[in-house]
């Protein structure tokens, strides 16, 4: 057909023969376990790189020299990369893609250079210990990573799938459900799967008492509330009481329409400068697992805080900075949206935050007082963008009887930064 350009999507076995690198996922059954495709790819390769616990299973498949991976990682990843043009084969467990050493080489080597050769995951193993369908459950891993992201997908009903990174995971997402208040859930312990250890034990996490673990586990949790659990909601505007703080704090629902306002975007970069308890940050990032915010706050305290605000509400991955804008500004990963809370009518804070948001980028200023109100009147008046007063009134009591207290009224101002896409 004229105007157009066909894909061929078959590959015969010389294309395969050209790709100098071979990502092999390997299970505990070892070569017992492998494709006829994926035993070749080891079998004609000159170097074999693998963690130990791979090159035994692999055993006698690897017929090449076999290269225990290095440490640190990122001295393996070099490695490899300087074998480029021999046949290499890397091996890594289950899915090489789900994460780890195949998924960051696939991000430093084309696709028509390597193959990759899956065997099945450690969640498609668990799944059908378990019974449960993939597409309904959430597969997590705290592998090398905080406990505290799990805290956002305790929801009442859910299943998860937890990899974890030693023998003592398991206990220690019993300790961190059962002071969250979900101590009624139960926990399957999956260890091992595939081969001849593999063992799945189950029990509640407030009476959590199995031992000698192996190392090599996943857990399944069926999560139940008790009475009181922090359940972290999808919604931006958490409740106020969930958070600690000293009283800068951006109000629940203040809150949500600042968050509704930064319009989060996947894989986006967020400012949040004078942070406070860092509400807006956290938020933020409890959107999309994607998105990252840097928390900027001058006060030691205040800092601290917020890192606790963090872990107890399950994205201990926010990045916080201790210092005075716009002093600690540079060096930062460029922002796609800015939040000012606080400290916007310091010098040369609203300058270096404009100067530094991506084109496209969205700014968001609230203000309590009359003169940062005055300065974003005459932004909004020097740039555009939309300036907006938000005020709320909460019922209280008012002597014998119920009344309406109103909160400070907010104004603000939200610009996007011209030159990208709105």
């Known amino acids: 057909m004229q105007g157009t350009e066909s894909i061929e999507t078959g590959r015969p076995d010389d294309a395969q023969e050209a790709r100098w690198l071979s990502i092999v996922g390997i299970g505990e059954d070892?070569?017992?376990?492998?494709?006829?495709?994926?035993?070749?790819?080891?079998?004609?390769?000159?170097?074999?790189?693998?963690?130990?616990?791979?090159?035994?299973?692999?055993?006698?498949?690897?017929?090449?020299?076999?290269?225990?991976?290095?440490?640190?990682?990122?001295?393996?990843?070099?490695?490899?990369?300087?074998?480029?043009?021999?046949?290499?084969?890397?091996?890594?467990?289950?899915?090489?893609?789900?994460?780890?050493?195949?998924?960051?080489?696939?991000?430093?080597?084309?696709?028509?250079?390597?193959?990759?050769?899956?065997?099945?995951?450690?969640?498609?193993l668990a799944a059908s210990r378990l019974g449960w369908p993939l597409a309904e459950i959430t597969c997590l891993t705290v592998h090398g990573r905080?406990?505290?992201?799990?805290?956002?997908?305790?929801?009442?009903?859910?299943?998860?799938?937890?990899?974890?990174?030693?023998?003592?995971?398991?206990s220690e997402i019993a300790g961190l459900m059962t002071a969250s208040g979900f101590g009624g859930s139960v926990l399957h312990v999956l260890e091992a799967l595939g081969g001849p250890r593999e063992r799945v034990r189950s029990g509640k996490a407030a009476a959590f008492d199995?031992?000698?673990?192996?190392?090599?586990?996943?857990?399944?949790?069926?999560?139940?509330?008790?009475?009181?659990?922090?359940?972290?909601?999808?919604?931006?505007?958490?409740?106020?009481?969930?958070?600690?703080?000293?009283?800068?704090?951006?109000?629940?629902?203040?809150?949500?329409?600042?968050?509704?306002?930064?319009?989060?975007?996947?894989?986006?970069?967020?400012?949040?400068?004078?942070?406070?308890?860092?509400?807006?940050?956290i938020e933020w990032m409890l959107t999309d697992p994607s998105l990252k915010a840097v928390a900027i706050e001058e006060r030691p305290e205040r800092a601290a805080r917020i890192r606790r605000n963090a872990a107890s509400l399950g994205?201990?991955?926010?990045?916080?900075?201790?210092?005075?804008?716009?002093?600690?500004?540079?060096?930062?990963?460029?922002?796609?949206?800015?939040?000012?809370?606080?400290?916007?009518?310091?010098?040369?804070?609203?300058?270096?935050?404009?100067?530094?948001?991506?084109?496209?980028?969205?700014?968001?200023v609230n203000a309590v007082t009359l003169e940062t109100e005055a300065l974003l009147i005459a932004q909004h008046a020097a740039h555009g963008g939309e300036l907006v007063r938000l005020s709320v009134a909460r019922a209280a009591p008012v002597g014998g009887l119920t009344g309406w207290r109103p909160a400070m009224p907010v104004t603000q101002w939200n610009w996007v930064k011209p030159g990208g896409a709105s």
Not at 42 to 68: D, N, P, T
Not at 246 to 266: M, V
């Open 30 to 124: 070892g070569p017992d376990g492998l494709s006829p495709t994926a035993r070749a790819a080891i079998e004609k390769a000159e170097v074999v790189f693998g963690g130990a616990r791979h090159l035994v299973l692999a055993g006698e498949a690897v017929k090449g020299r076999a290269q225990a991976w290095p440490s640190p990682f990122e001295r393996g990843i070099e490695m490899v990369l300087s074998l480029r043009g021999q046949r290499v084969c890397v091996l890594a467990s289950g899915d090489p893609l789900l994460y780890g050493v195949g998924a960051t080489l696939a991000r430093q080597v084309q696709a028509e250079e390597m193959r990759v050769i899956p065997a099945p995951s450690s969640y498609s």
């Open 146 to 170: 905080a406990l505290d992201l799990i805290r956002a997908h305790l929801h009442p009903g859910r299943r998860l799938l937890v990899l974890t990174s030693d023998a003592a995971g398991p």
């Open 210 to 281: 199995l031992a000698d673990i192996d190392p090599l586990n996943l857990v399944g949790i069926e999560v139940v509330a008790g009475e009181g659990a922090r359940v972290i909601a999808l919604t931006p505007g958490l409740p106020d009481e969930l958070y600690e703080h000293d009283g800068q704090l951006t109000k629940r629902e203040i809150r949500a329409l600042t968050l509704s306002a930064l319009a989060p975007r996947r894989g986006e970069v967020l400012w949040d400068i004078g942070a406070g308890a860092g509400s807006i940050g």
């Open 315 to 364: 994205v201990p991955g926010l990045e916080i900075v201790e210092g005075r804008a716009p002093l600690v500004l540079a060096g930062l990963p460029a922002p796609d949206a800015i939040f000012i809370g606080g400290g916007a009518g310091d010098t040369g804070v609203l300058d270096a935050a404009i100067a530094a948001l991506k084109t496209g980028g969205r700014l968001v």
